[in-house]
């Protein structure tokens, strides 16, 4: 049963007829020069010297081999001509029939020299390399066969003695192994070409399944970029935002929402980055614009534990393993902050003694028990005077390593951007704008590799 599937048609080579000539075409280009080159000169030595000798009574030889050297200075001569080369398999088809059929007709002749007999066998076996469908291999052997066998009937040289049929035996063997392994190596050419096919196939669905994905991202990555707002703005300060993904789609999340008379300042940073990351973000803030919207006067507190609510049943939901720390500030009087909530601890320069306070935050990490106790939750307040500057920032900053560092290798003091050097650059600059404070940090952290997003919110009291 094997044998018979084996010898039966193949659906790919049906299916895959034209792609596979295709192939077989771009295999016989480049052996166009190399047969041509050697076709032209194969013969010459045999035409004006070997045949002379020794066959003088078949003088017609001569036109054999140099009609095999023409054959072959058209096939070099187009492999040079554009138009013409990209026949390969054509150019091959000509040059072979030429020197098999030639060469089997005038054997036949010569049937009683073992020596050119042995020519034949050999232009046979070698035959079997040429990049050619086996159905054609098949023809042209078999008109082989037949001009070499009505060559020796006109001729009639003559094959009685024992070595004329010794050759002839090699002969017949030389065209058994022939049509075998013509057969064999056919299959075992299709088989390398139509496992590359599927090979190429199935790297460009990949190839296509990964660009699909990416303007996925990219639209997600697009819709974050959209949620955030254009022009922040709170009353009586000057304010300046940064956020950057560490992937296409980032967990962190910062938003300016303007309610009547209550301007709200919201950070975010979801465990990890990557798509989940940036949809329990998006899921953060949705929930907070819709609560904002509904009641201005809710407190920081009260809000957090509705948004925990949401994410936390939807993170079960999505059975994800994240958490979200987050701090929410309520400012109704320019420089009077109501806040809640947990992140970094919050940086305060301080224009009247020019150094920076830290003011630590406390709360409960978000998303991970459903209902969060209000005691946990506390409302607090802050306020900032005239030239005064607030920093909220996520862990992407501090938690950045030296370019160039080695990990496992590193030291957390010398290679981690870390507390202390933000702090000791917000203080050395907390006298000019926002918008050069957060140049100033963005400056020094080029020197480190950030493996989380980074977000800064930076408001200076005006008025």
């Known amino acids: 049963m094997k044998i018979f599937n084996f010898l039966k048609p193949q659906y790919d080579r049906i299916k895959y ?5 295709d192939h077989l075409n771009s295999q016989a280009l480049s052996l166009l020069r190399p047969l041509g080159l050697v076709a032209t000169f194969a013969w010459l030595a045999y035409a004006f010297y070997t045949d002379p000798k020794l066959h003088p009574e ?3 030889l001569i036109y054999f081999r140099l009609a095999l050297s023409a054959a072959g200075s058209i096939v070099f001569t187009a492999s040079f001509v554009k138009r013409l080369r990209v026949m390969g398999l054509v150019w091959i088809y000509f040059l072979g029939v030429f020197l098999l059929l030639s060469c089997s007709f005038f054997t036949g002749r010569l049937v009683n020299d073992s020596a050119y007999v042995a020519g034949l066998q050999l232009i046979i076996l070698i035959t079997v390399l040429v990049p050619v469908p086996y159905h054609v291999l098949f023809i042209f052997y078999s008109i082989s066969i037949v ?55 199935t790297n460009q669905a990949l190839v296509d399944a990964h660009d699909a994905l990416w303007g996925e991202m990219e639209l997600a990555k697009k819709i974050q970029t959209v949620l955030l707002p254009e022009k922040p703005f709170v009353k009586g300060c000057e304010i300046s935002t940064y956020m950057s993904p560490a992937a296409e789609v980032g967990g962190d999340y910062y938003d300016i929402i303007n309610a009547e008379d209550t301007d709200w300042i919201v950070v975010g940073d979801v465990s990890g980055h990557g798509v989940s990351s940036g949809l329990i973000m998006m899921m953060a803030q949705a929930s907070i614009n819709t609560l904002i919207a509904k009641n201005h006067d809710m407190d ?8 925990n609510r949401t994410i ?21 009087e320019p420089g009077t902050f109501i806040f809640s909530g947990i992140l970094q601890d919050i940086m305060i320069y301080r ?24 005691r946990i939750l506390r409302n607090r307040s802050l306020s900032i005077e005239v030239g ?25 003091k010398k290679d981690m951007f870390g507390y ?6 917000f203080c050395s600059m907390g006298n000019r704008s926002t918008q050069e404070i957060k140049v100033g940090i963005l400056k020094e952290l080029d020197g480190y590799v950030c493996n989380d997003d980074v977000t800064m919110v930076i408001i200076k009291r005006k008025e």
């Open 17 to 21: 007829k034209n792609e596979y000539l």
């Open 58 to 60: 078949f003088p017609e």
């Open 147 to 201: 001009l070499f066998v009505t060559s020796a009937i006109i001729y009639n040289p003559g094959i009685e003695t024992y070595s004329v049929r010794y050759s002839l035996n090699n002969l017949t063997l030389a065209y058994v192994i022939g049509y075998l392994m013509g057969f064999l190596v056919d299959k075992f050419r299709f088989k390398m070409f139509i496992n590359q096919l599927h090979l190429n196939l």
């Open 300 to 307: 920081p507190s009260e809000i957090l534990a509705a948004v």
């Open 312 to 332: 936390a049943k939807n993170i079960k939901r999505i059975d994800e393993e994240k958490f979200m720390t987050m701090i929410l500030l309520r400012c109704r």
């Open 351 to 374: 224009k009247s003694t020019g150094t920076v306070e830290l003011v630590k935050t406390e709360g409960m990490l978000l998303g991970i028990v459903y209902d969060i106790d209000n």
């Open 388 to 412: 005064d500057v607030l920093l909220l920032y996520t862990d992407g900053i501090t938690e950045a390593w030296r370019k160039g560092s080695v990990p496992d290798h590193r030291d957390p």
């Open 420 to 425: 202390e050097r933000l702090k000791d650059i």
